[in-house]
């Protein structure tokens, strides 16, 4: 799943609107039939989508347990796990090389995941969500520098949720953008429209769904403005409450994503209204 938008979903009968949104997997905790869960697989696969589970870590009591949720892996044709909670008593170093071993066997891709982060494939990279975001733009004027090269970033304060105003899209787009695997659900309330733009964009644009951040090409930010360099995109974003003219260290071809309206392009920078962000396509740059 590493590069995947992965939504999470509490009821299973809403899996065909979730499809709709264009995701690429949906995450589920294991239903007590395991008929159904089965049932749920072969409908997710049919409409294109791969499966994971959510367990709670604490429940993940020893080998025998690993065990276990490495047969559901084999047995129900899933695509990974991802431990939810505190560091399970298990050594995850021994779960990682049983779904290793797995994947060997199998000759297909599985993910095991843990608090944020990707124990296999041991190259995936981490896991983003809307609120971990969200808290990095609270921050905005803060005197903590930013984060280089790559998101998702501490986990929110108090308060800082994914519905800050004016700034959830904003927050939306640097996720559905950053080098890493955003993981979304309902609770997030992102419009519909706004994640099937930013999906669409991701299946047009290959280059957002690398997870390794580009070390020569940071992200750059300042009090309120932020660019992001991925491939030859540049997702910027201004979270101020003016407009910024935001230079993007090349010459702009095309805008692909918007916010919202009254984003326009200069010689070499986008102008964008106050909260509010755009990805933007370049022919060139000024460095490598």
Do not use: K
Not at 11 to 36: C, F, N
Not at 69 to 77: D, E, N, R, T
Not at 242 to 257: D, E, K, N, Q
């Amino acid at each position: 799943m590493a590069g995947r938008v992965v939504y999470a979903v509490d009821d299973l009968s809403t899996l065909p609107a979730v499809a709709a949104l264009g995701v690429d997997a949906v995450e589920i905790e294991p239903p007590e039939d395991e008929e159904r869960l089965r049932r749920f697989v072969a409908l997710a696969r049919s409409r294109g989508l791969g499966v994971t589970l959510r367990l709670a870590s604490d429940r993940i009591l020893g080998p025998a347990v690993v065990d276990h949720v490495v047969q559901w892996l084999a047995g129900f044709a899933l695509d990974g796990v991802r431990l939810d909670g505190p560091p399970p008593p298990v050594p995850l170093g021994e779960f990682a090389a049983a779904v290793g071993a797995l994947c060997d066997h199998l000759g297909r891709p599985l993910t095991l995941a843990e608090s944020g982060r990707f124990l296999v494939p041991a190259g995936g990279g981490v896991l983003g969500t809307l609120d971990a975001v969200s808290a990095w733009l609270w921050r905005a004027g803060d005197a903590e520098p930013a984060p280089d090269p790559g998101l998702p970033l501490a986990p929110p304060p108090p308060g800082a949720v994914a519905t800050l105003t004016g700034l959830r899209d904003v927050a939306a787009t640097l996720l559905l953008t950053a080098p890493l695997t955003p993981l979304l659900s309902a609770a997030d309330n992102l419009p519909d429209g706004t994640l099937r733009a930013l999906t669409a964009l991701r299946r047009a644009h290959p280059e957002l769904t690398g997870t390794d951040p580009e070390p020569t090409r940071p992200i750059r930010r300042g009090a309120e403005v932020i660019t992001m360099r991925r491939g030859a995109l540049v997702v910027a974003a201004n979270i101020g409450v003016t407009p910024a003219r935001i230079g993007l260290h090349g010459v702009p071809r095309s805008v692909l994503f918007t916010t919202g309206p009254g984003v326009s392009l200069t010689h070499t920078s986008v102008d964008l209204p106050p909260e509010s962000a755009a990805v933007v396509a370049c022919c060139r740059f000024d460095q490598p």
